[in-house]
């Protein structure tokens, strides 16, 4: 019969020493996972809450349409055009976020189209009018003094809002 010294392990036991040896990689990997995985997390809802920023900032610049145009320095052509070009790019930008938000964001997607339609409907009447009144041609008339209203857009950007947040 053999005669082990204190400690010492024979062929068929496991010790603490490989116990650890095993688990100590298998925390490491589950700890680089967890963290790679949070990260990426991040990453996407900054993505998210940026592109969701950038489709409210297309309607914005359309609702301020009638400000702009209210304002022009003159009534040339190549402002007419400008200006034109800019409200169709506009009306692109929010076709586009509404088309992202329907494939991504589909919770996000009809509040967003409400808000699109609204706006729409309210800066596109006030467009109109500012069309028809003659440019600006001082510096104090660049205050107009009564804003335009935009009370339905500013509820519908509120619960744009609110379930975008949710969606975050």
Same mark, same amino acid.
């Given at each position: 019969m053999e005669v082990f010294a204190a400690g010492q392990a024979t062929g068929d036991e496991w010790t603490w020493a490989e116990t650890a040896a095993l688990i100590v990689p298998c925390i490491a990997l589950l700890g680089a996972f967890l963290t790679y995985a949070l990260n990426q997390r991040a990453v996407r809802r900054e993505r998210r809450a940026k592109t969701f920023a950038e489709a409210l900032t297309a309607v914005e610049e359309y609702l301020e349409m009638p400000y702009r145009i209210r304002r022009r320095s003159e009534s040339s052509s190549a402002v007419r055009q400008q200006l034109t070009d800019e409200v169709s790019s506009l009306l692109a930008r929010m076709a586009?976020?509404?088309a992202w938000l329907q494939? $991504?964001? #589909? #919770? %996000?997607a009809g509040p967003y189209a409400t808000l699109v339609a609204t706006a729409r409907a309210e800066a596109g009447a006030q467009m109109s009018l500012a069309w028809q009144q003659p440019p600006i041609t001082t510096d104090s008339g660049m205050n107009l003094g009564i804003p335009y209203p935009r009370d339905r857009s500013n509820a519908a950007r509120a619960t744009c809002i $609110? %379930?975008?947040r949710q969606h975050l």
């Open positions: 586009f976020h509404q494939i $991504e964001a #589909t #919770t %996000v $609110e %379930v975008m």
